[in-house]
């Protein structure tokens, strides 16, 4: 068995079955409030969640983030979660396909284009992975293969820190990702994994031509945690704990981030478990919300529980803009309701 794919079935098994959340450190959306409109005037049948993004319209601004791949398991999650994208009008993105590039003969466990014509969907690889085996060429193969929309790279420094033999290189990285941005018409987003993006790194990237920005900041899913759990040695353990609080609230992010540029598409994730949460980012300057470990719980379950989740994410999000009185999300952008708790 490769390192990657058993890295990849380790990561599932993990997630699925141990507490490897944040228990400290939040997404820090606990601080805001969204001011009660008791008058909304508007039929809250009528209110619109469609959104844009990035020339795809959705029928909400959800996006299903970046997980697996691989496996006989992954393959059934991932055809899960593509059914529910394409019903709903979602973005989903498949886990890192790295395994793909070592083991070509498990591309059928990423292949969801089938079940979801429509929807936008996004190519994953480490962008560390273009200090080693990988660059353009691989790249393109990638999101042909998924006939996806294009790609998305994840940084994961924190990550490949606390797992034993994991790729430390970042020199140059932002050279190479500005590298791809250019050479190719993909569009190029970046992502972290759950440790956040700050405003002078985002700055970066947008000025090495990425097309959008997924902060995946803090307050869910804790990869120094997983790793931790990974680990065969005291030394992958015990750094792990040591790290697992670490990194920045998705919140922080995006304030930060909207300070210096209003523009970039940003994809607000790191934590976000519910339409409330989901709203409070959006307000905060997000064009999109992610989530991954509540979908992944859902779709390990049953397609039936998956939808299920959907529609309550719809629902809350709904209550949310009907209770501020807005009746898109536009609106809901660019409205006063969300405050900053002053203690
Ligand atoms: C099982 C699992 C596998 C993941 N694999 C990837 C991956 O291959 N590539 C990636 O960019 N992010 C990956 N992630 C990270 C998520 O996309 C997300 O950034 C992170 O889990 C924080 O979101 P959450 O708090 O909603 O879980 C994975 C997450 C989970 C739960």
Known sequence: MSNTFARKADHLRICLEEDVQFRHLTNG???YHFVHCCLPEINRSQIDLTTKFLEHELGAPLLISSMTGGT???RIINLRLAAIAQKYKLAMGVG???V?????EVANTFSVREVAPDIPLYANLGAVQLNYDYGVKECVQIVETLQADGLILHLNPLQEAVQAQGDTNFRGIL???????WSTSIPIIVKEVGNGISG?????LINAGVKAI???GTGGTSWAKVESQRATDNLGRRLGETFAEWGLPTANCLLAIREINSEIPLIASGGLRNGLEIAKAIALGADLAGMAQPFLKAAAESSETLEELVQLL??????????TGNSTINELKESEALQEIVA
């Open 214 to 216: 997924d902060v995946a």
């Open 29 to 31: 959306l606990e601080r």
């Open 314 to 323: 719809i629902a809350e999000l709904t209550t949310v803009l009907f209770c």
């Open 175 to 181: 050279d190479k990702i500005s590298n791809l941005c």
């Open 96 to 98: 890192s396909q790295r």
């Open 100 to 104: 793909l590039l070592e083991k070509p």
């Open 72 to 74: 006989e398991q992954a």
């Open 200 to 204: 002078p790194m985002a700055e970066k």
